[in-house]
T-cell receptor, first 114, second 113 residues
Framework: DSGVTQTPKHLITATGQRVTLRCSPR?????VYWYQQSLDQGLQFLIQ???????AKGNILERFSAQQFPDLHSELNLSSLELGDSALYFC?????????????FGPGTRLTVL | AQSVTQPDIHITVSEGASLELRCNYS??????LFWYVQSPGQGLQLLLK??????LVQGIKGFEAEFKRSQSSFNLRKPSVHWSDAAEYFC???????????FGTGTSLTVIP
């Protein structure tokens, strides 16, 4: 158990809808990362937050947004969902959010868009 | 730009045989290198990491990796594979400039009895 929690575990929704994925980092970790894992794209970095502020952005679509709250939990919002958004979404956390930090991964949220 | 290449998409080994998973990186400065393992339906778990010092790094579950700067490689090894090692293995690189973390595309390991 990494100490990172993600809810929900599974999510099934329809195209055009909006969903919110939630992540609670390990106790004491200030940085949260979001990744998308799909069969054709592999593990893609989406976005990183550190202590409430956006720190780095990867291959995140404009339809997706995220935030980190004062209690350090984070939410990833996916809107106008398309079939291609079906994937496993991972959250990871690290202590200081640097490249040297070990990232601890949550169990993931499996999103299915029908 | 930073990048990580795992040349082998899929590897099959017999239980008890030795294993080497390849990882090549591209990074302008001294990289921080990681190996993660993902079991089916699970999140990623850190096996080992290299920051500096001894180029041979020991990790959990009997894995080790060797950093070779001249070859830009960080290959993962295990002397004797167990059936429970069947999983997806990811190499990753991070740096002290910039905050992004780059993962390779992964190598899927199958272990046959």
């Amino acid at each position: 158990d990494s100490g990172v929690t993600q809810t929900p575990k599974h999510l099934i929704t329809a195209t055009g809808q909006r969903v919110t994925l939630r992540c609670s980092p390990r106790s004491g970790d200030l940085s949260v990362y979001w990744y998308q894992q799909s069969l054709d794209q592999g593990l893609q970095f989406l976005i990183q937050y550190y202590n409430g502020e956006e720190r780095a952005k990867g291959n995140i679509l404009e339809r997706f947004s995220a935030q980190q709250f004062p209690d350090l939990h984070s939410e990833l919002n996916l809107s106008s969902l398309e079939l291609g958004d079906s994937a496993l979404y991972f959250c990871a956390s690290s202590a200081y959010g640097t490249g040297a930090d070990t990232q601890y991964f949550g169990p993931g949220t499996r999103l299915t868009v029908l | 730009a930073q990048s990580v290449t795992q040349p082998d998409i899929h590897i099959t080994v017999s239980e008890g045989a030795s294993l080497e998973l390849r990882c090549n990186y591209s990074y302008g400065a001294t990289p921080y290198l990681f190996w993660y393992v993902q079991s089916p339906g699970q999140g990623l778990q850190l096996l080992l990491k290299y920051f500096s010092g001894d180029t041979l790094v020991q990790g959990i579950k009997g894995f080790e990796a060797e950093f070779k700067r001249s070859q830009s490689s960080f290959n993962l090894r295990k002397p004797s594979v167990h059936w429970s090692d069947a999983a997806e293995y990811f190499c990753a690189v991070g740096g002290n400039t910039g905050n992004q973390f780059y993962f390779g595309t992964g190598t899927s390991l199958t272990v046959i009895p």
